[in-house]
């Protein structure tokens, strides 16, 4: 159940997109700060005819202060850059793949990151949030609402942050990997994991996009059931890409046709090379586009698009 920041007029933008929000068990949490809007703003939101996409963002790592500077960079403003940067591009909605707070989800990371992505909510832009090992969930949930009025349903999965998307035809699936506030691996449980499942058998003719944290690897600092994982989204072809952050790696690969897409960070990186920014994604038909698009375009990647195509719904059936 991930927080939604849902723009000011309530649902107009949303439902021109024809844009759903739910879950098996319960509505999500849904929150509208509570803040003025100058007058004609909300008509800047997306425009009705362009094409669907979405911009994903991972990893901003905000700290209280704006001004708060890591392995060289300033996490705020390289958000407020990516996120002026994906209102140019008026997205259909953007999501956030965890590590919103910088070390261990303090109560001012979240209300900095707030306002921060104010600019998006304002323009008519839903932003998705999801929740990684530096955050905290009581924490996240006190400061919205103490941001806003927050309207919440049972949650499909007790003390998770998971919900599903519908936009034009396309669900998208969001898990909450947090294990421990601070530690570095990820789980997700095997009630979320029986979630998922539930809800791709729940719709099986739609394309299915997955959005968690950990990177789902063997790996020490990865999910920690990434194989669990995987045995629920292998047979389900529906499932077309998994998206993940935590590494602060831009990367991919293919896991039996679903693409493993790594996405790059917006507050820092690990290793020399790597990008900052966000993805562009679009739905094709059969397919899905991607695009870096990197911090002031310093990156080889930059602008260029890639075609995700869809595995098909049987095994061996060649999509044409």
């Not at 075609?307 to 098909?312: A, D, G, K």
Request: proline letters at 8%; charged letters at 20%.
């Amino acid at each position: 159940m991930p927080i939604h920041i849902l723009p000011p007029d309530g649902t107009r933008p949303v439902s021109r997109r024809r844009f759903l929000l739910g879950t098996a068990a319960g509505a999500a949490a849904v929150l509208g700060l509570d803040r003025r809007v100058s007058p004609g703003r909300a008509a800047d939101a997306a425009d009705p005819a362009k094409p669907t996409s979405w911009a994903l963002l991972a990893d901003p790592h905000i700290h209280e202060s704006p001004a708060d500077v890591n392995q060289g960079q300033n996490m705020a403003a390289n958000l407020a850059k990516v996120a002026a940067d994906a209102l140019a591009e008026k997205p259909t909605a953007a999501l956030v793949d965890g590590d919103l707070a910088k070390v261990q989800g303090n109560p001012g990371d979240y209300r900095t990151l707030l306002e921060i992505l104010e600019p998006l909510r304002t323009a008519g832009i839903p932003v998705h949030l999801t929740l990684g090992n530096h955050d905290d969930r009581e924490k996240f949930l006190a400061v919205a609402r103490e941001a806003a009025s927050l309207a919440t349903g049972p949650p499909p999965v007790g003390g998770r942050h998971c919900s599903a998307l519908e936009v034009d035809g396309v669900r998208w699936l969001l898990l909450d990997s947090l294990e421990k506030v601070n530690g570095v691996p990820g789980l997700l449980g095997e009630a979320q994991i029986r979630w998922l499942a539930s809800e791709l058998d729940a719709a099986p003719e739609k394309p299915a996009l997955v959005f968690v944290h950990h990177n789902p690897q063997a790996v020490e600092s990865g999910l920690k059931d990434t194989a669990e994982l995987l045995a629920v989204l292998r047979p389900r072809r529906q499932t077309k890409a998994v998206f993940f952050g935590h590494t602060h790696v831009w990367k991919r690969w293919e896991d039996d046709g679903i693409h493993m897409v790594n996405l790059p960070a917006v507050g820092y990186a690990f290793g020399a090379g790597e990008p900052l920014g966000w993805v562009r994604a679009a739905p094709k038909a059969g397919a899905l586009a991607i695009e870096l698009r990197a911090l002031g375009g310093r990156h080889p990647d930059h602008g260029k698009a890639v075609e995700l195509p869809y595995r098909p719904a049987k095994k061996g059936v060649t999509v044409l």
